[in-house]
Every structure is written in C-alpha cells, then in structure tokens.
C-alpha cells in the first residue's frame, strides 16, 4: 500500500510526541508533575521572530516567578498541537500559555487541558469558543488595522491603485485585519484595490504573490499586508522589478519591518506588542495557580501602535524600547 509523503510525515510526528507523552508520563511510579510548578508555552514556530518573541517572553516572566517552563512550537499544526497539549496534560503542568494552530482546530485541545485541570491562556489568537480558556489575550487586531489603513491612505493621497496581502485564511486574525483594512479604505472612493491574494503570512509566498501580481497590475501606487513578513516578501519583489518606490504597509511590528522603515523601504507598521500580551498571560496564570481566578473577563484586547518614520526609534523587540535613565 502507497501511502503519502503527508501521512507518513503525520504518523512519523504522532510516534515521536506520543513516545514523548508516555516517557513523560512515567518517568517516576507516582507520575509527579516536572517540578513544582511548570507553565508549558507553546508557539508556532520560532524561526518566525514574532513567535520566539512571545516565547521569550513568556519563559522569562515564568522563570522571574519561579515556574519551571516547558517550551515547544507546534508549528501551526493542529495535530502536533494535540500532542504537545497531552504531553503538558502527562507533566501535569500548571497551566498553558498558547499561541493556537486554529480558531476551530485547537478547541478540543484546550478542552481538554480544561477537563484534566490545567487552564490555558491564549496568546496572539481566539479560539471560535468561550467559557474553553482562561483567557484569551490577543491585539486589537481591528484597531490596529484601522492605524495601518489610515496611515497606507494618507501616504497614497487618498487614491490609486493597491494590491492587498492577506495572511492564512484559518487564522482568525487574517480576515479580522483584513475588516479593519476595508473599514478604511471602502470609504475612498479613489482607492482601488486590483488584486487581493492570500500569501498565507509567509515572505516567500508573498514574493511569488507579487511577481504575478504586477505582471497584471503595472499601475499599482501601494501595497497593504495582513503581516511584515509578507511586507517585507513584496517589497523584496517590487525592488527586483524595479518598483521600489511603491508604497508598503505591514503589520506586527517586527525589528525587521522597523529596520526596513529605517532604510526607507518599508513607510509604516503596527506594532502589537506580542512580548508584553505573552508576559501579561504568565501573570495571569500566576494569578489563576495562585487564587484559582485572574480576575479579569475571559477575552481581553490590547491596542496596537502605528509604527513610522518619525517613531521608529523607540520600538525594539515587538515592545517598546525601555527607557534608560
């Protein structure tokens, strides 16, 4: 029997991380817990810098209040997701901080968790359920599209032709960013979207994505991206065409967006500060360990920064720069 490169691949991931659970899960006769307090953080993955920062952020603020971590990526999917979320269930950790794998996809997961007793707070994105996680603490997303589709309207003019980039269609935040855009935008008349391409929040895609795009759209006076990293692929494709001076507008805040806006390559940002909603998550799950409630409603919204030109300077690492005395 034949079976796919995508099976085999899932198989092969389900053998290792359930390996994984079980050497967890008996590693002593009482099956005591990793230590005497373990928050598990799990991310997609961390060669995208926005989800090391979260990362990083979350372990430290852990690390500061004594927890032992339990870090891992799942990659954005869903399935491997499940079985790092059994494995924290056989380390009976304390709680989960999540950057999810799926509105939908990720609910039975964190279900679980819930029923095992160990709470989740999520990061960055909801689920499509409530009353599931502890909390869900993510941008405003809408918010910080409307700074960004406010900022791409004044640098072009109030007019022109402009190609959209949207981010992973199962990712909720794409089609909230993508609503904030338009919110904007629809009421300018002279604003002309010509193409509008899912680029899946990936730089290399978003190359390709505009390659093709400009074959077909040789007038086009900006770009606006549901992410940087896909700003920052369409950038790298209009230069190589020849185009550099169209203008582009991500989000997310990047240090490499920021570099580019530096440069005067990129014109502006939003920067929803992923470091500082990972730590806030640490400390409400210290609150939940500690008095069994954060004390705060279930769905929480930070608003986002319009990152330019004149500010760019005072953002480091998805948060801004700490000020020295």
């Not at 092969?12 to 390996?19: R, T």
């Not at 991310?43 to 209040?65: G, V, Y």
């Not at 791409?152 to 855009?181: C, W």
Request: one cysteine or more; a negative charge.
């Amino acid at each position: 029997m034949q079976h796919s490169v995508s099976s085999l691949r899932a198989r092969a991931v389900a053998v290792l991380l359930a390996a994984a659970a079980a050497a967890a899960a008996c590693s002593s006769p009482s099956q005591a817990p990793a230590g005497p307090g373990t928050i598990a953080i799990i991310t997609p993955s961390h060669d995208n810098p926005f989800f090391k920062a979260e990362a990083d952020a979350a372990t430290a603020r852990a690390k500061e209040l004594g927890y032992e971590v339990f870090v891992n990526s799942h990659d954005d999917d869903a399935f491997k997701q499940d079985q790092l979320i059994d494995i924290a269930i056989a380390r009976r950790v304390a709680a989960i901080v999540l950057d999810n794998a799926g509105a939908d996809a990720s609910i039975a997961g964190v279900r679980k968790a819930r029923d095992a007793g160990i709470p989740s707070f999520l990061i960055d994105r909801e689920i499509n359920a409530t009353g599931v996680a502890a909390a869900q603490i993510v941008a405003n997303n809408f918010q910080g599209a409307v700074l960004a589709a406010e900022e791409f309207v004044r640098l072009m003019g109030e007019r022109g032709e402009y190609i959209e980039l949207v981010g992973r269609e199962s990712d909720t935040n794409a089609g909230i960013r993508s609503q904030g855009f338009h919110d904007v935008l629809d009421r300018f008349p002279d604003m002309r979207m010509t193409a509008r391409q899912s680029a899946n929040w990936s730089q290399t895609e978003a190359f390709q994505k505009m390659e093709t795009a400009l074959q077909g759209n040789r007038n086009i006076k900006g770009v606006i991206a549901g992410n940087d990293t896909m700003a920052l692929g369409a950038i790298a494709a209009l230069k190589a065409a020849g185009r550099g001076s169209v203008i582009v507008v991500g989000f997310d805040g990047s240090p490499d967006a920021i570099a580019s806006i530096r440069a005067g390559e990129m014109r502006a940002t939003v920067l929803q500060p992923a470091a500082a909603i990972a730590r806030l998550a640490v400390d409400q799950a210290h609150q939940h360990i500690t008095t069994g409630s954060t004390g705060q409603p279930e769905k929480q919204a930070i608003d986002c920064e319009l990152v330019s030109p004149a500010n760019a300077d005072q953002f480091g690492v998805f948060a801004r720069k700490v000020a020295t005395p």
